[in-house]
């Protein structure tokens, strides 16, 4: 369809399906003077407007008058992939029983069903899923519907997304995994399903830090216990680091004592030849230098050391 410049009714039949006036949309629909797939220079149909809005009753009219359920934005998005991403589930059920796309990918990748998982709409995510979506697309950088709800902390759609075969350690294209993006940002009870389900604990990002560094670093203590329970890698890791490193650089004194119950050794020098309680005097962290200065004098003094 040309781009040619917008008349006023096509301007009034997008006001219309913005605003969820379907009095308005039938008078400028049945006016004759604009096409019911009139579309804006970003390529926005009245029924993605409709759809994005949450006008039920506007995408019903739009459709009864032959609105196009598959026309897609210049970004590749559809009204599916916004009814997706509000979690308008009625819109969803509509626009799939007149033939929308299920998959259909915006330019970057995103599926309604990565959208879905997103924004955290579980009775979307289960509908596109009946309808057929493919729970192991991904975005292109690799990011996944189980990647996305592991960052974004959705528990219940992670366990379902996972008892549909969604592959647990599927890798972004920096490496990540939907264990590392977890363990980055906390989410605990995230990171103890992955690994129930075989997710590698030391799977890293092409950087070389692994969901332990990650969480050392941001100081998630509640994710590194589940974690240590399968024996993550506590030495230097390809990153030239180690986890007790990080925690100490950050001045975590928590997890610093955490890795050390676990078996990290205090001692251990980074690529760079320093050890943590160097980083931790470089950074000036006054409390893990204090608790790591108290453990070598301890060693020197021969005391048997108890952590905690």
């Not at 006036?21 to 029924?47: A, F, I, M, Q, Y």
Request: glycine share 8%; aromatic share 4%; hydrophobic share 40%.
């Amino acid at each position: 369809m040309s781009m040619k410049k917008e008349s006023p009714s096509d301007v009034q039949l997008h006001l219309a399906a913005l605003q969820g006036d379907v009095e308005l949309l039938r008078r400028v629909l049945d006016s004759g003077k604009v096409h019911v797939d009139s579309k804006d220079k970003d390529g926005t149909t009245p029924l993605i407007l409709a759809a994005a809005s949450g006008h039920v009753d506007c995408v019903k009219e739009l459709l009864d008058q032959g609105a196009d359920p598959r026309a897609r934005r210049v970004t590749g998005t559809t009204a599916l992939f916004f009814a997706a991403q509000g979690g308008f589930l009625d819109i969803a059920q509509i626009l799939l029983d007149k033939g929308a796309p299920v998959d259909s990918p915006s330019v970057d990748g995103g599926t309604p069903l990565f959208v879905a998982c997103q924004c955290g709409h579980m009775d979307v995510v289960k509908e596109l899923v009946a309808r057929g979506a493919k729970v192991n697309t991904h975005m292109k950088d690799r990011a996944t519907p189980l990647f996305i709800a592991a960052q974004n902390g959705h528990f219940k759609i992670l366990m379902f997304l996972l008892a549909q075969g969604a592959e647990p350690d599927s890798r972004r294209t920096d490496g990540a995994t939907p264990l590392w993006i977890a363990a980055q940002m906390g989410h605990d009870h995230i990171v103890r399903q992955l690994l129930k389900v075989g997710a590698n604990v030391d799977a890293n990002r092409h950087d070389g830090a692994t969901a332990l560094f990650k969480a050392s670093h941001k100081g998630h203590s509640s994710v590194i216990d589940e974690l240590l329970k399968y024996k993550p890698s506590l030495g230097l890791l390809p990153n030239g680091e180690s986890a007790l490193h990080a925690a100490a650089l950050f001045g975590h004194v928590p997890v610093v004592k955490q890795l050390i119950s676990a078996g990290a050794d205090s001692t251990m020098r980074n690529q760079e030849g320093a050890t943590p309680l160097q980083l931790a005097r470089e950074a000036k962290q006054a409390s893990v230098v204090e608790y790591l200065s108290s453990l070598s004098a301890e060693r020197a003094n021969g005391v048997p050391h108890k952590p905690m």
